[in-house]
């Protein structure tokens, strides 16, 4: 019989721990629409006790999500576990995953309690959350650098209390492939009662091992995995799910084992994920990275084109990425263009896709040929711009060899009108300043990439930018046929974070967060 593996995913909560990948709960529920389309069984949402945003996000997605079990994370603390599981409150199926360190050093520094201390208080969280929810998670944080026998201890102790998951996380990326196997291996052997509930593991990727030791968890009896799309997360990030999944599809000859996954929405998620983190995925990245399907030497595209298996394990339509395919122009219509959104993975609103479609028109008449990526483009675009402050209703530059670069510009708050214009050192630079004098804060641009979203002349420029204002990050994107437009969009997207209280208190949230 095929085992088959769950895949949790922490996108939500560990991955957005990743350095200025703040989300608004708004966000956080496309990205678990998707983790939901992908086929995921578990959804961490969150940390509620630490911050009102997170508290909102959880419980969003408990409302309306339907299909995986959402989780949420809490320290083994009283005010811990009543908020999550107030957030959880709305969820069909809701997972309490609650943890606490277990690693002499933790022990020592952080905790300042003996063994017998840790036991005794893992017990009583656990205890505590099974009031609230049958489906209880455990993590004894940093546990593979804590002594196998105390351990053993541990999860034997809160399996008797209820548990249903023990989670082996190797909180600092410290672990190797045999080693992190022996341990999951000796669980196995040495806990009487572990077949009451699931191994699962939680990777971090400080040395680039997150999969490798999840793949030699899996292979030594973990029955569950916690990832994130693109595989963002604390510092080196988490172990990616991708990388996971298509390694247990195409090796499915060693490993035997399944998942729910449904491949062909990896590369949705994975872009999804970048475009609303700000997250550029590397070029090189193992399966969801630009270069992943490219054969530059001419030995392997000669290979390829008599026959794509001699070079290539997997096809690009396996994780849903199909070649740019002309799919629309300007005599496209409106049944059409839902049908192409629809088939692409985006489920819109009566009140977005009429949106969408008027922003398609505009597309279409500056470019002769609309692709699939420049629809994706349009819907992501539109998205983040739904609870914005300040939208730009009208943007001019001036600019060339001889003349100095002007921007003109008009903004929209809360239906007035603002207008004003500036100089700068070239047309981004006057628009910039232009905006700073229009909202009143002179943020700091840290980072500013402008990209092609297809290929040819006339494609969409995408500009993916991070500013910095008193301490605080936002990322903001905007796509445009102009690149002046697209960075002054992705610019008013990124003050629009800045200025919105949650995103402040979900950073403020994180310098002090303890997490697994
Ligand atoms: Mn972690």
Redo the contacts with the bound molecule.
């Keep these: 019989m095929t085992r088959r593996i769950v895949m949790f995913d922490?996108t939500l909560r560990?991955g957005e721990?990743c350095p200025g990948a703040s989300l608004t709960p708004t966000q956080k529920l496309e990205i678990a629409k998707q983790l939901a389309r992908l086929g995921v069984d578990v959804i961490e949402g969150g940390f509620p006790i630490a911050s009102p945003g997170d508290r909102e996000a959880v419980k969003l997605i408990a409302q309306t999500i339907k299909g995986p079990t959402i989780a949420a994370l809490a320290r083994s603390l009283p005010a811990d576990i009543d908020a999550a599981a107030a957030a959880l409150a709305p969820a069909k199926k809701k997972r309490i995953h609650v943890f606490l360190a277990t690693s002499p050093i933790h022990r020592k520094y952080k905790l300042r309690k003996a063994q017998e201390e840790i036991v005794r208080q893992a017990v009583w969280a656990v205890t505590y959350a099974k009031q609230y929810a049958r489906d209880i998670e455990f993590s004894p944080e940093d546990a593979s650098r804590t002594e196998p026998e105390f351990l053993h201890q541990v999860i034997e102790a809160v399996i008797r209390a209820g548990a249903t998951t023990v989670n082996i996380?190797d909180?600092v990326g410290f672990a190797i492939p045999d080693q992190f196997g022996q341990l999951i291996h000796g669980i196995v052997d040495h806990v009487p009662n572990i077949e009451r509930a699931v191994i699962s593991v939680?990777c971090?990727n400080d040395l680039g091992l997150s999969v490798p030791n999840s793949l030699a968890a899996i292979h030594n009896g973990a029955g569950q995995v916690e990832c994130t799309v693109n595989g963002i997360?604390?510092r080196a990030g988490?172990a990616s799910l991708e990388e996971i999944v298509m390694t247990l599809k195409i090796r499915h000859d060693f490993y035997r084992v399944t998942t729910g996954i449904d491949t062909t929405q990896i590369a949705k998620a994975s872009r999804l994920v970048s475009n609303l983190t700000g997250i550029i995925v590397q070029p090189n990245k193992a399966v969801v990275g630009g270069n992943a399907f490219r054969h530059e030497s001419g030995i392997h595209q000669d290979g390829v084109l008599k026959h794509a298996a001699t070079y290539e394990i997997m096809r690009p339509q396996d994780i849903g990425l199909a070649s740019s395919q002309l799919v629309l122009g300007k005599l496209s219509g409106r049944h059409a263009f839902a049908k192409r959104l629809a088939a692409l993975g985006f489920r819109l609103s009566p009140a977005d896709l009429n949106q969408a479609f008027e922003r398609f028109k505009v597309l279409a008449d500056k470019k002769k040929e609309v692709f699939d990526e420049d629809l994706a483009a349009i819907v992501e675009d539109q998205l983040p711009a739904e609870h914005a402050l300040y939208k730009l209703a009208y943007v001019h530059t001036a600019s060339g060899s001889e003349t100095v670069p002007t921007a003109t510009i008009r903004l929209t708050k809360e239906g007035k009108t603002l207008q004003d214009a500036a100089c700068g050192d070239g047309p981004v630079d006057a628009c910039y300043n232009t905006i700073d004098r229009l909202t009143g804060i002179s943020p700091e641009l840290v980072d500013y990439n402008l990209h092609a979203v297809t290929k040819g002349k006339d494609a969409l420029g995408e500009v993916v930018l991070k500013l910095r204002h008193q301490g605080v990050e936002g990322v903001g994107r905007g796509a445009s046929t102009d690149v002046i437009e697209a960075s002054a969009k992705a610019y008013l997207n990124a003050i629009n974070k800045l200025v919105s209280s949650s995103t402040r208190r979900s950073y403020l949230k994180r310098r002090e967060s303890p997490?697994?």
Excluded: F, L, S, V
């Design positions: 922490t560990d721990q996380p909180t939680h971090h997360g604390e988490n997490h697994p």
